[in-house]
């Protein structure tokens, strides 16, 4: 099934990652109409993605009955996923995007989405990443809408101020940051929008040496089974990025990186 959404945004929906994508004509109104572009282009955006949200979906299964915000159990059906991907722009980017940078803002896109939050309500979320890898990373996040995955924030972490410190420790899940890798040496594959963090708190980051980040994280070194958010190897959250062609970083011998999924530019 197809819907028709303005302004060249890609919309993804349904209780079970039912997916309608439309692609038309807005790059270059957002291109040439940036007054329009701030102020009627996401008023409209909104009402369509508040729109679905009331609808019930059917995708051949139970039709979601709760709607966003309410807390949810494992017998409540969720409300529908719903992914709203389009441009992005610097001025949203904030201090995560400057010049000099490897990829510019026409080479990402903001993807606004639901997930289900620590407090058992479902919540509505953005993350940026690569164009290229926008419409996988929608679907990855909606198998972990599926499975009920826990994600306790998702906010762009141009709210941080682009310091992936603060972001962390407020457990924050997020993509795109023009950053080096953690240590220097080069662009990390955030720079990119190809690289996503989630839920860094309880998924830390232990360097070669030993050290964990963020500080907050030390406790969750302890990778004990059937903690709310955690990441385990072969998991279904593991799976949803790797069917896409996402690497893990909790494989990597050193640093090990619980929190990290990527996929390098080939």
């Known amino acids: ?15 079970f990652f039912f997916r309608a994508v439309t692609t038309l004509f807005v790059d270059r109104v957002f291109a040439h109409h940036k007054t ?6 996401m008023r409209i955006l909104t009402r ?20 966003a915000g309410t807390a949810v159990s494992d ?21 995560s995007w400057h010049e000099g940078c490897p990829v510019g803002p026409d080479q990402l896109k903001l993807i606004k989405l639901r997930y289900l939050g620590f407090d058992g309500r479902s919540h509505d979320g953005e993350v940026v990443v ?24 998702m906010e762009n972490v141009a709210k941080y101020d682009a310091d992936d410190d603060l972001s962390m420790a407020a457990n924050n899940t997020s993509a795109f940051n023009c950053r080096e890798i953690t240590g ?3 662009w990390s594959n955030h720079s990119y929008g ?33 903690q709310k958010g955690m990441i385990y190897a072969q998991d279904k959250t593991v799976l949803a990025f790797e069917q896409r062609g996402w690497d893990w970083g909790g494989y990597w011998d050193s640093p090990i990186d619980y929190q990290h999924f990527e996929k390098p530019l080939a």
């Open 36 to 41: 329009f572009r701030g102020n009627v282009s």
């Open 1 to 15: 099934m197809e819907t028709e959404a303005p302004f060249g945004a890609t919309l993804l929906w349904g209780d």
């Open 75 to 95: 017998e409540t059906a969720l409300p529908p996923y719903v992914a709203l991907i389009r441009p992005v722009s610097a001025a949203e980017l904030g201090k």
């Open 184 to 186: 220097g040496g080069g």
């Open 194 to 226: 190809r690289a996503i963090d989630v839920n860094p708190q309880i998924n830390p980051y232990i360097s070669a040496g030993g050290t964990v980040y963020p500080p907050n994280g030390a406790p969750y070194v302890d990778r004990t089974p059937g």
């Open 130 to 153: 690569g164009k290229e890898v926008a419409v996988e990373v929608a679907q990855s996040f909606g198998d972990l809408y599926q499975q009920r995955f826990a994600i306790e924030r």
């Open 48 to 67: 369509i993605s508040l729109t679905l949200t009331a609808a019930v979906m059917l995708t051949g299964a139970v039709a979601g009955t709760a709607s």
